[in-house]
């Protein structure tokens, strides 16, 4: 879940994209994995579902390359997108918590990089 101010506006990415409506620091905390918004789905659980159901949930949602799991965002977070230099890295930690990986400005899009932690990366890139 988003833990900084932000909001959906047409992306030069892709589609819809998540802007920072404020500044953001260096280092600060954007986003942590918080249930109930976020939910976690095995991955056995795509056999059960109808076409627009999967078609849904691999859209909006990643598989973790550390659980196997397919976590879905229940915010804006869902509908960032990927950047070879993102501004948003997940935290080196080992948490699930994402930080700013640089200062950024009022108004520009939060990005993130899918091959850091999708295991669907290059379906979602188009690279498959």
Avoid: Q
């Avoid at 390359?65 to 879905?72: A, D, E, K, P, Q």
């Avoid at 950047?83 to 930690?93: E, K, Q, R």
Wanted: with cysteine.
């Amino acid at each position: 879940m988003l833990i900084i101010p932000t909001e959906l506006r047409p992306s030069p990415v892709h589609g819809l994209g998540v802007f920072a409506v404020e500044p953001v620091a260096h280092g600060r905390v954007v986003s942590r994995f918080m249930p109930p918004f976020d939910t976690e789905y095995p991955a056995d659980l795509l056999a059960c579902l109808s076409a627009p159901e999967r078609a849904y949930l691999r859209h909006f949602s990643y598989r973790s390359r550390f659980t196997g799991l397919y976590v879905l965002p229940g915010d804006h977070d869902r509908f960032m997108n990927h950047s070879d230099t993102p501004n948003v890295i997940m935290n080196p930690d080992g948490t699930a918590t994402c930080l700013a990986a640089r200062a950024i400005a009022a108004g520009e899009e939060l990005t993130c990089d899918y091959r850091t932690f999708d295991s669907e990366w290059a379906m979602k890139l188009g690279r498959a």
